[in-house]
């Protein structure tokens, strides 16, 4: 058994001026989240630095809050303040809310419904039987969309500082991408069930597959050009090969079910999103560092 590591008094020093090499940074954050010592080697190093007074000051304003915040109001035109206990739970809440990523709060999501409801109505508004091929031929391409939109120096304005903590990169943009599946999967199948049937177009669920795999695609490829790069290359990719021919021509959407439908089709997806999934793991690290694209 190799010797427990520890941080060094010179790479503390080095880390509380900036000067530590990019890997040694990385370990030691990593690190002190599970070793006090350390995190104290670490924290008294910070202070004896020039951060020191500015961290000093930073730390007294922040206890005078909590402790003028917890102090009770008096009588009942005074309601009980939102005391520690309830600030840590509006902040756990901020926090889970900024990993969902700004999918989940821009444009994206209203372009999701506008896609659902547009297609109810074409449906029941207007007696348009092609409703369901339709939603069916772009539902894989949105979560894509989703993506390109949640992650990266283009769509986040705190990416850069997202990726400098321990948990950004590849576990912020799965915990981002999860965000955006979480919202598709349940709102696009359940549309695709409530539009009337076609004879020969898949069922409201064979979607799903082809968007996975699509979408652990544009995470894979994104390691190497960047997320919004990736997924505006499939889903361009997509809707030229897939959804433009088999919507372009009339009477032709029962195509659909050779992308979509059967179990050579279904079990092409899941091995490709299987492949997808391994070159995303060992393509981890590329996150690590900030998109140049």
């Known amino acids: 058994m190799t010797a427990p590591w520890h941080v060094s008094e010179a790479l503390a020093a080095r880390y509380a001026t900036g000067s530590a090499a990019e890997p040694d940074a990385w370990s030691l954050e990593k690190h002190v989240e599970v070793c006090g010592g350390c995190a104290a080697r670490v924290s008294a190093a910070v202070r004896a630095g020039e951060s020191g007074p500015v961290l000093a000051d930073v730390r007294a304003a922040l206890l005078e809050t909590v402790r003028t915040g917890a102090e009770p109001h008096r009588g009942p035109a005074h309601p009980w303040p939102a005391g520690p206990h309830r600030r840590m739970g509006a902040s756990r809440w901020a926090r889970v809310l900024w990993a969902a990523g700004p999918a989940l709060r821009g444009a994206w999501l209203v ?168 070159l995303l793991a060992l393509r981890r690290r590329s996150f690590d560092h900030l998109e140049t694209r």
């Open 111 to 278: 372009a999701v419904f506008v896609v659902v409801a547009a297609a109810m109505g074409l449906a029941y508004g207007a007696g348009f039987r092609g409703a369901r091929p339709v939603l069916l031929a772009v539902a894989p391409v949105l979560p894509l969309v989703g993506v390109a939109v949640s992650y990266g120096r283009h769509a986040d304005p705190m990416y850069e500082i997202g990726v400098a903590t321990p948990s950004g990169g590849l576990r912020l943009l799965l915990t981002r991408a999860a965000a955006v599946l979480g919202v598709c999967v349940p709102v696009l199948t359940a549309a695709g069930a409530l539009l009337p049937p076609v004879t020969g177009v898949p069922g409201a669920a064979a979607w799903l597959l082809p968007g996975l795999a699509l979408t652990l695609a544009a995470l894979a490829l994104g390691s190497f050009v960047g997320c919004r790069a990736a997924a505006l290359t499939l889903t361009g990719g997509w809707l030229l090969a897939v959804a433009g021919p088999v919507l372009g021509r009339p009477g032709a959407t029962t195509g659909l079910a050779q992308y979509l439908a059967g179990p050579a089709a279904q079990g092409g997806w899941a091995a490709a999103a299987v492949a997808c999934a391994g």
